[in-house]
């Protein structure tokens, strides 16, 4: 997505303080609002959603940035929600308009999302598991103004012929320790996702792109180097890369610290805390992924 979008998308959450609850329909005023009300599938499962976001906030007591995470995370949905379902006519849904099934199945997934639990400990939910494992990982760092999460989400299409099949959540993680800003860069097209890894110094309060790679054959990047697949023998960073690559060098300020939903419970991997913690990485090895460091 672009970074300009993530930011938007940002400075709208950061605006809107207060919890999104189920739908009140003696003030529906938007189309959706009233086709969800006008339901009963959709208003009782709109009822239900409004229930599991406040056990999950429940579960959140005592922990502002968890609490305040799963606000904006919420906010984020209904956004991206008000935009895929925001019209029942729109041509999308196709001559036999199954907005009223779709919209369905994704408050229930959004449902079944917040209540989830966590595989490791089955008494959290999973979403707060997985907040509290990225500030476990940073907490190794220094941290710092390029630090954090950029992230976008929306409703994809399943095929070329589809229409919001479901809800995904695309951006850049990026971690800082001393002046080295080290970032993972995921985007949706042409539905698969791809990832951008990037290596950057702080330079006269700049971060300066060094190195990149990717997994999942996202443009003419070098592909990344993996420890457990070497049958690709050209995989290696590259340490020229081209002006304004995407990633740290374009990490703003205010960036949000924790984010379930951007990922990076599985950042914690050899090349990220190799790129953290050696400053002379990946330059002096650039085949390497970390696991020899």
Request: net charge negative.
């Amino acid at each position: 997505m672009p970074m300009k979008s993530l930011l938007l998308a940002a400075a709208t959450l950061a605006a809107l303080a207060t919890p999104a609850h189920a739908i009140d329909c003696r003030k529906a005023s938007t189309a959706i609002e009233h086709g969800i009300c006008d339901s009963q599938s959709l208003k009782a499962a709109d009822a239900a959603l409004g229930q599991a976001y406040g056990q999950i906030l429940k579960a959140a007591d005592g922990d502002a940035e968890v609490h305040a995470m799963l606000v904006a995370s919420q906010k984020r949905w209904l956004a991206a929600r008000d935009e895929a379902f925001a019209d029942p006519k729109d041509e999308h849904w196709g001559d036999e308009n199954p907005w009223r099934g779709k919209l369905l199945n994704a408050i229930r997934s959004r449902t079944e999302d917040l209540g989830k639990k966590s595989a490791a400990d089955p008494k959290q939910f999973d979403l707060v598991a997985r907040a509290l494992q990225q500030r476990q990982f940073t907490a190794r760092f220094t941290g710092g103004a390029f630090a954090g999460f950029a992230t976008g989400c929306e409703f994809l299409p399943g095929s070329r012929e589809s229409w919001a099949d479901s809800y995904g959540c695309f951006g850049t993680r990026s971690y800082q320790n001393n002046n080295r800003v080290c970032s993972v860069s995921e985007d949706w097209a042409t539905y698969a996702v791809y990832e951008t890894r990037t290596v950057a110094d702080v330079v006269d309060g700049k971060p300066k792109t060094v190195a990149t790679c990717s997994v999942g054959g996202n443009g003419d990047d070098s592909a990344c180097p993996d420890a457990d697949d070497t049958s690709d023998s050209g995989a290696r960073w590259n340490l020229q890369p081209k002006a304004g690559e995407a990633g740290a060098s374009a990490a703003p300020p205010a960036l949000a610290k924790i984010d379930a939903e951007a990922g990076g419970a599985e950042d914690d991997q050899p090349w990220l805390r190799a790129c953290l913690t050696d400053t002379g990485y990946p330059a002096a090895d650039p085949t390497s992924d970390g696991s020899r460091k």
